[in-house]
């Protein structure tokens, strides 16, 4: 696991065999080779029948051992045709002789299936980018691999199954790739480079989730993608079959397909919120931008201050009163969808402009946003601007520092002095009262009675200032208010769930008509092009 090798699970090597089938023709084990560069013990391999055009090479010798010793128990290969190698640093001259005559002749090259379930590591994963883990520096990139390409492919690089397709492409050029792995390298935006470089044709394949592969805990589509590399083109759209297993995961079942998108460097949703990047207004809060897939859904969120984490390892920007509508709309589109293993690669993009003239999307998304778990804005770090009501509205003991937002919701709203365009034109803006859907207003209604519920408190220690965490605090937000019924564990996070009665049924009524609004949300996401279905 170090390595990045995962075992595949017996289902997976059987079907993936009948795409082969289904692609190359029912003969297609006597008239191809086969070679499986990362065989690791052979499993990928079972089932294959004409074990003279079978080729097993893998970086360990122990591997090699136990194939041998298989293969002594009655194992379809042939003893010569397995042996190490190292595919990411070795030269091809230390191949079997009849494998460097299949590679060195180009029609007999055409006829070689690199048939493989590289290894899965990469020197920047997610674990490094969160903070919580260290990188794989030994292993991906020390290869000779990463240092032919790195400056040609850029991060791509940092993977080592990527590295393995690099190889492949280049130096076994026109033959077929039968392959396991994520789908990044179709649709991510660090794949750039990768993709103007690696252009194939698109033959079949199939997608299952990651966590049938043994050890392998994450929530995401694992693929086997067969190309034909002697065809370069670029593919902007792959089509995937998803297949479920059943009976206890002994059963493989087609249920749907998916589409994979590439998409060029200006088409992804960070470049359409960059044109509404504002320095020159105050700052309201701070949104938090981590990658642009599904995946990264948890690290989209609205603070009133960043952490030091925040800063060198996410993207941020600042939300003005100029921009919050904009920044509303990118939390809403993130959030309001459900992370699934099937949508986790999927890429939020540059939309259409019809969202401009739909007000009541914009005002739902402001209204997702104001009352999501992911704004968590806190009076802790100065004046909370996100309040949603009024003082009168939630009977506050005192007045608000802020009541930025109920004006702005009102329509009430003069555009900020440090807007530079506005001082030289000399002009006064007042923005229009927000209209808001059925369900928008639903979830402000269940807002308000949360609001309502937490200033009706006695608070023993209130003395007309706000003093700490269990204190009356009238500029609380959502996030205080939360924080206030449901308290911190002994590591410093917030409870799940609190033990007032009252407070568990508003917060869930809340979340109930949340959820609604996501739902219409939703199907506009998809209609504006920001997700691609």
């Not at 902007?236 to 998108?261: E, P, R």
């Not at 309502?452 to 009238?474: C, D, R, V």
Request: hydrophobic share 35%; glycine share 6%; with cysteine.
């Amino acid at each position: 696991e170090r390595k990045g090798s995962f075992f595949t699970p017996q289902i997976w090597v059987e079907l993936s065999q009948k795409y082969l089938t289904d692609v190359l023709g029912v003969n297609w084990q006597d008239e191809y080779y086969i070679w499986d560069c990362a065989a690791g013990t052979g499993n990928l391999l079972a089932g294959l029948t004409n074990k003279f055009n079978i080729y097993a090479s893998t970086l360990d010798k122990q591997d090699i051992d136990v194939i041998h010793d298989r293969i002594k128990n009655g194992a379809n290969l042939a003893e010569n045709n397995v042996f190490q190698f190292d595919f990411l640093n070795d030269d091809f001259k230390k191949l079997p002789e009849s494998l460097q005559d299949i590679i060195n002749d180009p029609e007999k090259r055409k006829k070689l299936v690199v048939y493989i379930n590289p290894p899965y590591a990469e020197h920047g994963n997610m674990l490094t980018i969160l903070a919580r883990g260290s990188a794989k520096t030994g292993v991906a990139n020390k290869t000779k691999i990463h240092e032919r390409f790195s400056n040609l492919v850029g991060t791509a690089t940092r993977e080592l199954f990527a590295q393995f397709f690099l190889r492949i492409y280049t130096d076994l050029s026109e033959s077929i790739l039968a392959s396991f792995s994520t789908l990044k390298f179709v649709n991510s935006q660090n794949f750039l480079k990768f993709r103007q470089y690696f252009k194939s044709d698109f033959k079949k394949g199939f997608i299952c989730n990651a966590n049938t592969f043994d050890n392998v805990k994450g929530n995401f589509p694992i693929g086997f993608t067969i190309w034909n590399l002697k065809n370069q083109k670029e593919s902007t759209k792959i089509k995937t079959d998803i297949i479920f297993l059943q009976d206890n995961k002994s059963k493989a079942l087609k249920n749907g397909i998916k589409y994979f998108y590439s998409v060029g460097k200006d088409d992804f949703i960070s470049s359409w919120l960059r044109k509404f990047y504002d320095k020159n207004n105050d700052i309201m809060a701070y949104l938090i931008l981590p990658g642009v897939d599904m995946q990264c859904q948890n690290g989209v969120y609205v603070t009133s201050k960043p952490t030091e984490s925040d800063v060198k390892q996410h993207k941020t920007t600042t939300i003005t009163q100029k921009n919050i509508t904009e920044m509303c709309i990118y939390l809403a589109v993130r959030q309001c969808i459900e992370a699934t293993w099937l949508n986790n690669r999927d890429q939020f993009l540059y939309p259409k402009d019809s969202w401009k003239k739909d007000k009541e999307f914009q005002n739902d998304c402001i209204a997702f946003t104001l009352f999501h778990g992911q704004n968590k804005i806190t009076s802790k770090d100065g004046a909370n601007h996100w309040i949603p009501f009024t003082e009168y509205e939630v009977n506050a003991k005192e007045r608000f520092k802020s009541d930025f937002m109920a004006k702005f919701i009102a329509g009430k709203l003069k555009i900020s002095e440090g807007d530079k365009l506005l001082i030289k034109t000399k002009k006064v803006i007042r923005n229009t009262p927000l209209i808001f859907s059925k369900e928008a207003k639903e979830v402000f209604e269940a807002g308000l009675e949360l609001w309502k519920y937490y200033h009706s408190q006695t608070f023993p220690n209130y003395n007309g200032i706000t003093i700490a965490t269990g204190a009356y605090n009238a500029n609380a937000s959502l996030y205080d208010i939360r924080e206030y019924f449901q308290g911190r564990n002994e590591s410093g996070k917030m409870n799940h769930k609190g033990k007032d009665e009252n407070y568990t049924k508003l917060i869930g009524d809340l979340r109930e008509k949340l959820k609604l609004l996501a739902d219409k949300i939703a199907p506009k996401v998809y209609e504006y092009g920001f997700l691609l279905e």
